[in-house]
């Protein structure tokens, strides 16, 4: 008998998510293979509804169905009160999500792509250790609920994680970069020539004053600005109204250039699919446009506790209940070309990988970073890197006013899509 047939009588709705997951991993340190690692999971996650009470919980023993069910029906009695309903059959959107020639690939071949990379860094420098990390996956997630909703989603992930570490005397410089895709990518060395382009421009060193000046974010440094952002979009961070942006929907808050859209049926990236892990079609969400405030990301938890439909934006574990979060979240581009905007840049600094992301109350919009990887911006030129800077503010501030947001765009850390954004004023402290 079926897990849900079992809990009939005994909870007025019920949910099972099954995953099973394959990893395969290739590890380099300091330009040597170090570890080759294959990892299976799979399990079951249980949430019911009793008494309008939501219980969850989950196992990897898949023969412990008894006890599953008795531990989801045990939390509900504790578990939050809410007029959730779980989702009938709908169809999902079309998306491209798994390629055989990610799933097909040998482990020989990874070791192959690593040494690549390790080769191309150490042409631009022979001094660099270079570490990369490499895994292939193929991941299967199932949702079926009381309600007659059946959603599966196969995914073939392929992640590069690529670190290089320069000693010269007291100088250590520290850089990374990060690959990720679930359809082949024929240019899977874009993320060793982007570090080997790093270590290029950070050959020179110089130094900058402290004080208020543009300061110019590549993509990867303008995840400080974009991290307060997606926290005050969390539809969860706005019903407990900790969201500077909660009440906010249809107000303008930013800069008319800011538009940030998250877009799930995005072919080949990690965060499309055709389902949630609710079993709610995914679907492209307008969260700011033109600096206004259009809405937010929910689950079916969270958009019943605020009374609205959920957003297809739930994310989960097999251990940790669904969350909203962000698929494939992304800041629109703007109209002008990188040169220009460094042509008609004086004095300026350039952030490209900041310290200690997350700390302090982003929520709030506030950040302050030590920044790992900075340039100093002279007369239209990127002149050396700088050392021992950071910088502050809030977002709710700074992005009131931006100066300019480049046409390119890159994708950071998988699934977020930033240009490169110019601000006209930020404090930067220089020791």
Not at 132 to 142: I, Y
Not at 324 to 340: C, F, H, K, R, V
Request: aromatic share 6%.
């Amino acid at each position: 008998m079926d897990i849900l047939d079992k809990l009939q009588g005994k909870a007025e709705q019920a949910e099972k998510f099954f995953v099973e997951n394959e990893v395969t991993k290739v590890g380099f340190e300091a330009n040597v293979l170090k570890s080759v690692e294959v990892e299976e999971t799979r399990g079951v996650a249980l949430r019911v509804m009793v008494e309008g009470r939501l219980g969850f919980a989950a196992s990897s023993d898949m023969s412990a169905e008894e006890r599953l069910i008795a531990n989801a029906l045990d939390s509900a009695r504790y578990g939050d009160a809410l007029p959730l309903r779980f989702p009938g059959p709908q169809p999902g959107v079309p998306v491209t999500t798994c390629d055989e020639q990610i799933t097909g690939l040998s482990i020989e071949r990874l070791v192959e792509m690593g040494q690549e990379m390790i080769d191309l860094v150490r042409r631009a420098d022979p001094d660099a250790h270079v570490n990369v990390n490499l895994e292939r996956g193929q991941r299967r997630a199932e949702v079926r609920n009381t309600a007659g909703a059946q959603a599966v989603v196969v995914q073939s992930p392929l992640e590069i994680m690529l670190s290089v570490e320069r000693v010269r005397g007291d100088d250590v410089l520290i850089l990374y970069d990060f690959f990720s895709t679930t359809v082949w990518d024929d240019d899977y060395l874009q993320v060793a020539r982007q570090v080997a382009r790093k270590l290029e421009l950070a050959r020179e060193l110089t130094t900058i004053r402290s004080g208020t000046m543009p300061v110019l974010f590549s993509p990867m440094g303008s995840t400080v600005l974009g991290l307060p952002l997606m926290l005050g979009l969390d539809g969860k961070n706005v019903y407990r109204r900790i969201s500077p942006m909660a009440g906010k929907v249809g107000q303008k808050l930013f800069d008319a250039k800011l538009t940030v859209v998250d877009d799930p049926t995005l072919d080949g990236r990690p965060g499309s699919a055709p389902y949630d892990d609710e079993g709610v079609p995914r679907r492209r969400n307008v969260l700011i446009e033109n600096g206004v405030v259009g809405g937010f990301l929910y689950d079916l938890k969270t958009a019943a506790q605020a009374g609205v439909e959920s957003t297809g934006s739930a994310s989960r574990g097999l251990f940790s209940p669904p969350e909203p979060s962000p698929s494939n979240l992304i800041l629109a581009s703007g109209e002008t070309g990188l040169a220009d905007i460094l042509t008609d840049i004086q004095e300026s600094l350039l952030v490209d990988t900041p310290l200690g992301l997350g700390q302090g109350n982003v929520v709030s919009g506030a950040f302050a970073n030590t920044l790992g990887l900075a340039y100093k911006i002279e007369g239209g030129e990127i002149v050396g890197r700088v050392k021992d800077v950071s910088i502050a503010g809030n977002i709710y501030e700074v992005l009131g006013d931006i100066a300019a947001v480049s046409r390119e765009s890159e994708w950071v850390y998988g699934g977020l899509k930033l240009p490169y954004i110019l601000l006209p004023a930020l404090n930067v402290t220089s020791k």
